[in-house]
């Protein structure tokens, strides 16, 4: 669907999980992926909770998440191709340089 057309993706230290195996994904299949921010959080396993008796259960790993290329995400997380800080103040200033990034980004391709 996004063929040849230039993509960006942020992600930061609240990217996890599922958001993490789409920015992997996008990065291994593609060329023309740039990835955005802060490194992410590492949420890469899966779990399945286990009823053991009427109001106990347990959560285990079952299986862990790689991206296509074989990169491990649980407890690594993804590292941004560029990396760009959001401090407190852009925050109460209503700024984001993460996005002003990736806007300048794909206007240079």
Same mark, same amino acid.
């Given at each position: 669907?996004?063929?040849?057309? %230039?993509?960006?993706?942020?992600?930061?230290?609240?990217?996890?999980?599922?958001?993490?195996?789409?920015?992997?994904? /996008?990065? &291994?299949?593609? *060329?023309?992926?740039? /990835?955005?921010?802060?490194?992410?959080?590492? @949420?890469?396993?899966?779990?399945?909770?286990?009823?053991?008796?009427? &109001?106990?259960?347990?959560?285990?790993?079952?299986?862990?998440?790689?991206? %296509?290329?074989?990169?491990?995400?649980?407890?690594?997380?993804?590292? %941004?191709?560029?990396?760009?800080?959001?401090?407190? *103040? *852009?925050?109460?200033?209503?700024? &984001? %340089?993460?996005?002003?990034?990736?806007?300048?980004?794909? @206007?240079?391709?």
């Amino acid at each position: 669907m996004l063929g040849r057309i %230039p993509t960006v993706v942020l992600i930061n230290e609240g990217s996890a999980s599922a958001s993490e195996i789409l920015a992997g994904a /996008l990065r &291994d299949n593609r *060329d023309n992926v740039t /990835l955005i921010g802060k490194k992410s959080f590492g @949420k890469g396993s899966v779990q399945e909770l286990i009823s053991v008796s009427k &109001d106990t259960a347990v959560k285990i790993t079952v299986a862990r998440w790689l991206t %296509p290329a074989g990169h491990q995400i649980n407890t690594i997380g993804i590292t %941004p191709d560029i990396e760009v800080n959001m401090t407190r *103040d *852009d925050l109460d200033n209503k700024r &984001d %340089p993460q996005l002003d990034k990736a806007l300048e980004i794909l @206007k240079e391709k």
